[in-house]
Structure formats: C-alpha cells, structure tokens
C-alpha cells in the first residue's frame, strides 16, 4: 500500500514536472512571437513611412518638372536659362512650403504679364497703372512686403527682376488666401484689391468672377501644357 502511494506522488511529480515544462515552453514561445510580431509591426511602420516619403518625394520631382515646363512655355525665351531655372527651384520652393499648387502661381503669370518679365500695366486709357513684371506688383506693395524676405525693393528694376517680382507676387497671394480662406476669393482681391473685395463682402454684393475665370482657364491650359 505504501509503494502504492509513493509510485502515484513520485507520477504526480512528475506529471507536474512536465506540465511546468510545457507551460514553460509555451510562454518562450508566445514571449518569441510577440518580440517577431513587435519587429515586425516596427518594420512595416517604417517601411510604410517610406514608401510614403518616396510618393512625396516622387510628387515634388513631378512639381519641378511640371514648373519647368510650363515657364518654358510662358516666357517664350524671354528668360535666361539661370532665370527658368532660378524661378523653377523657386516656385518649387514656394509650392512646397505653402502647400500651393506651383500652376495656380503660374497660371496668375500667364493673366497678369503672358511671361513678359518686363511687363508694364497699362490702364484702359493707356496710362500706366504702376503694375510691374511677371505677376505685376506695384512698387508700394512690394516695398511693404519685401522686408519680410530680407529684400532690398527700391526702385522699379529692382522689382522687374523675376525672381524678386515672384517671390513678392507670391507672398501676395499667399496672404491674400489666408485672409478669405479660398482662391476665389483671394484671385479677385489680387485683382480688385483686398479693400474693394472687402467693401462688397460687407454690403453682401456679388464678386466679379471674370479674371478668376480667366485665371483658372490658365491653369487648366497649363496643367495640359505640362504633361506634354
């Protein structure tokens, strides 16, 4: 009787033992897994973050392309090479921290100078309108921004300088769509002046939407010009 019972504690042991063993080997495992499953979660995050940059990066090298065709096209060679290229890293540059769409500030070109970096405003009555360059800034407004870039704007061939008149043009136009939140509304006041779009805000009147209309016409033009 008592061998009896010693076999059946000496079993029970080790059938403890065993389980122990098991149990063990279960959680080395699971322990295991979950360290490859972690490994492998922190891979694909960054793989994931990468090939995000990479489609980034792809959008911004089609950007400069995109840029570089369609000043091309506008300028009509009136730009030197160090010009189209200086404007094409510049409007990139721009496009990229203001998140704008470089062919809206270039289809602005086309309506304001056709390219013509020496434009001159004109009024109906031929006088001219103080409106100069590629994206035709009179000078006032281009002294009151400039300071901002760290820009020496002092006379009118200082603005007649594309990469000045853009950078200026620009910066007037990012502004101006922060202040009404739209480009509708942002296009018109770059036309009309931010004054008089404001005074029929007020008064609830209707905006003339005749050069946004010609301005996005540009830009639809542009966006095929610059797959070609």
């Known amino acids: 009787m008592k061998s009896s019972i010693h076999i059946s504690f000496v079993t029970l042991c080790i059938g403890i033992l065993l389980w122990l063993g098991v149990l063990g080997l279960f959680a080395s495992y699971w322990f295991t897994r979950q360290a490859e499953n972690t490994q492998l979660a922190k891979q694909e995050t960054e793989l994931r973050g990468d090939l995000e940059q990479l489609s980034i990066w792809g959008k911004w090298t089609v950007d400069y392309v995109k840029i570089d065709k369609a000043l091309a096209y506008l300028s009509k060679n009136r730009l030197t090479p ?9 409007i990139w540059q721009i496009s990229r921290s203001y998140a704008v769409d470089p062919l809206l500030i270039l289809a602005v070109v086309a309506q304001e100078s056709h ?3 020496n434009a001159r405003g004109r009024m109906q009555s031929g006088a001219f309108s103080g409106a100069l360059g590629l994206m035709q800034i009179k000078l006032e407004t281009a002294k009151m921004l400039s300071s901002r870039f760290g820009l020496k704007i002092e006379t009118e061939e200082d603005l007649l300088k594309p990469e000045i ?3 200026v043009g620009s910066a007037y136009l990012i502004r101006l769509i922060a202040k009404y939140g739209s480009w509708k509304e942002a296009l018109i006041a770059y036309n009309l002046g931010h004054s008089a779009v404001d005074r029929m805000l007020e008064k609830g009147e209707e905006l003339p939407t005749r050069y946004y209309d010609h301005v996005i016409s540009k830009y639809r033009d542009l966006t095929q010009i610059s797959f070609l």
């Open 82 to 90: 160090e010009q189209r290229t200086m404007l094409t890293e510049q």
């Open 115 to 117: 390219g013509n970096p």
């Open 165 to 167: 008149n853009v950078t």
